[in-house]
């Protein structure tokens, strides 16, 4: 398969504890977008990656929240201290991000439950 | 920022029918407009895009018309099928500027 990977595809965890999702893009993809979507709304944007450089953080990542891709190819997204406000599904998704044709392409994403 | 209205939030026709889903948008500097269509826990994929410089594009029975003057979309789907029972999001932003801006979705049910 060579669309973007997500894993785990599930988390269950208790508040207050620290989880880390993985995202593997489109193996040539330049850009990496991490989402958020709740039940019965469209994907929010957090933050993306032009390569290893994190370009734009929404106001909605607050301090608990930290991402990374340090070789410009997977990414990791850390939320620390988990709420219950925090559980949602959380959607990667990658672009080529040149050429001015910039379609995102979605991974099946990790939902997150907070007990 | 760029906000995203879609309605109707619900749509339910007969097989065979059309369904119209339209969205606007309020950042006049958007350019690219996606589709999304997402089964029940699955993904989001793409099913048609359009840029600012094209009033409208066609594919087999998918087409979405764009008036950037209006700023707003539509989404046009005709002789449904079951299988396209599903949630679509319509989505804005600034080619090779990041970020996209969702609407909060429709869900599709087309009754066999």
């Known amino acids: 398969d060579t669309g973007v990977s997500q894993d785990p595809r599930h988390k269950i965890t208790k508040r207050g504890q620290n989880v880390t999702f993985r995202c593997d893009p489109i193996s040539e993809h330049n850009r990496l977008y991490w989402y958020r979507q709740t039940l019965g709304q469209g994907p929010e944007f957090l933050t993306y990656f032009q390569n290893e450089a994190q370009l734009e953080k929404s106001r909605l990542l607050s301090d608990r929240f930290s991402a990374e891709r340090p070789k410009g190819s997977f990414s990791t997204l850390e939320i620390q201290r988990t709420e219950q406000g925090d559980s949602a599904m959380y959607l990667c998704?990658?672009?080529?991000?040149?050429?001015?044709?910039?379609?995102?392409?979605f991974g099946p994403g990790t939902r997150l439950t907070v007990l | 920022g760029e906000n995203v209205e879609q309605h109707p939030s619900t749509l339910s026709v007969q097989e065979g029918d059309s369904a119209v889903i339209k969205c606007t948008y309020s950042d006049s500097a958007s350019n690219y407009f996606p589709w999304y269509k997402q089964e029940l826990g699955k993904r989001p994929q793409l099913i048609i895009d359009?840029?600012?410089?094209?009033g409208e594009k066609k594919d087999q029975r998918i087409a979405v018309t764009l008036n950037k003057t209006a700023k707003h979309f539509s989404l046009h789907i005709t002789e449904t099928q079951p299988e396209d029972s599903a949630v679509y999001f319509c989505?804005?932003?600034?080619?090779?500027?990041?970020?996209?801006?969702f609407g909060d979705g429709t869900t599709l049910t087309v009754k066999p």
């Open positions: 989505a804005a932003s600034k080619a090779n500027a990041g970020k996209s801006t």
């Open positions: 998704a990658s672009s080529l991000g040149s050429g001015g044709l910039d379609t995102q392409y």
């Open positions: 359009i840029r600012s410089n094209v």
